[in-house]
């Protein structure tokens, strides 16, 4: 899997260049102390008519934004393209977060200088993305910031360097697992330890490489920990009835020496 990962990465690098358009990026815009946003975009389209942008937050390391799911204190990421023209269907390809457990909470975050990307479809040569975004920026305090971005998306060159960017960033977000024997098996609610427990797979998964996640948010998983049979638990940081849990999809998100990957798996309460 590990070399398959890199030649389709290798491939999509390579093929990705059907349709010669804006490659560019906005200003910076500085949206709290230290903390600035800029839209990046790669300026290439594929065969399916789909584009990678990106917004780009240059923060300091101590500095941290969040995860598709937030977690207990953290601030939803939101984005709005609907006074864009000729762009529609975005899609935020997350890369992996850091679990972060501070003063008995548990957030999903990342640190420092970070690139989201974002894939979206472009109609036309006329198009113009205009994104809204609403984030959580938290150093010694967490605030809401929002930022007011407009790229046109026709009419310029490939741009190599953010190009490399935002492939960098694809490269951390967790594809589908495909291979036989994934590492993770059943998960189960477990009323007892009020969690829900994901059986071993094959192969060696450390519990601190795996995430659980519904995809809403809700309800919210907290870090993961082993038990004494060698199970993995996520606990249920949320009230909520077993009845609730049965039959839902959770997303099971967890790292190799190969990369980030994802599989999906149906609760199961007895």
Known sequence: ???????????LLAVCLPIAVSAA?????????????????????????????GLEIDMPVNTKTYWRVPGETGIPTEIDISGSRGVRDPSILWPYP????????????????????????????????????????????CIPVTAALSLPLAGRAPDAGNRLRLHQAVALAPIEWSDPGPPVGEVRYDGKARALAVEKGEGEL??????????DGAPLLGAAQADASGRTLLPLLDEVEPQALAGRSVELVFR????????????ITD
């Open 1 to 11: 899997m590990r070399a398959m990962r890199r030649l389709l990465l290798s491939v």
């Open 206 to 215: 450390a519990p601190a490489d795996l995430i659980g996640a519904f995809a």
């Open 25 to 53: 990026e906005t200003g910076w815009q500085e949206v709290a102390p230290q903390v600035s946003i800029r839209l990046i975009s790669s300026g290439e389209v594929g065969p399916d008519g789909r584009m990678l942008v």
């Open 98 to 141: 850091t679990v972060e457990t501070r003063d008995g909470y548990v957030d999903y975050v990342y640190y420092g200088p970070t690139v989201l990307p974002v894939e979206l479809t472009v109609e036309d040569e006329a198009a113009h993305l205009e994104l809204k975004a609403l984030l959580g920026i938290c150093s010694d305090i």
């Open 256 to 267: 190799t020496q190969s990369g980030a990957y994802s599989v999906t798996r149906t609760v």
